[in-house]
């Protein structure tokens, strides 16, 4: 059984009442949706920071999801999530993580499905290297598998 350790008491979630849904909804309630966006903005403008502005992002996200993703499942564990913030300076303390999770782990598994956040980080052409669709903005948008 994963542990998580709650962001507010140091305690594991696993020996609580509640299920991770009902914690999440909490969180997401205390935190609210505006503090929530302007935390995720504030993830985008960190990553696109750190990752620089080279050819090479999608890649380099891709690698960083994978570091913590060993198995490919897509999926990125609540403590994994954490750390990978940290990487790139940001401390979530408190309730945001919790609320990120609410959006983004409705069912309460404990594990974030990460490309529908990595869509909210990465510019519309990176997010197209990433996903592995050739960028032709220039001729009228994203066509096509890369085949490479």
Known sequence: QERLRSPNCNEDLVKTTSSLANIYKSSFNRVGEKRLQKMISTMRERMEAKL????????????????????????????????????????????????????????????LEYEALVS??????????????VDYSQVGGCIGKNES
């Open 52 to 111: 620089g502005n080279s050819n090479n992002n999608a890649f380099r996200m891709r690698r960083l999801f994978k570091r913590y993703d060993k198995h490919d499942t897509g999926r990125v564990h609540f403590e994994d999530f954490r750390n990978m913030a940290e990487t790139f300076g940001m401390q979530l303390y408190d309730d945001s993580p919790m609320a990120l999770y609410f959006v983004y782990d409705p069912e309460g598994t404990g594990y």
């Open 120 to 133: 909210q980080l990465m510019s519309p052409s990176d997010l197209a290297f990433y996903k592995g669709y």
